[in-house]
């Protein structure tokens, strides 16, 4: 078996596409670091939507209790809550 030199130009074409080869490796790498955090990130507003969602879904039921509370002392009407007043319809 014989060994033979390679000529400069092929040895610096196999070098440059192991070295492309690396640097893509370690972009893919970075990326699904990125793309890892950004799921958990996503994960998190997930959660706080939904939290936020309850407490909208609270104030609101209890604005439907204030309101029906409100129709059965004062009756039909609409209310100014710039002046505190109460107009019957």
Known sequence: MSTKKLDKKDLDAIQSIGKRYDELTTTLGNLEIEKFTLSLRVEELEKLHASE????????????????????????????????????S
């Open 53 to 88: 969602l309850t407490k909208f879904e609270t104030i609101r039921l209890q604005e439907q209790d204030l309101m029906a509370d409100l129709k059965d002392r004062y009756g039909e009407g609409s209310i100014d809550i710039n002046t505190g007043t109460f107009t019957e």
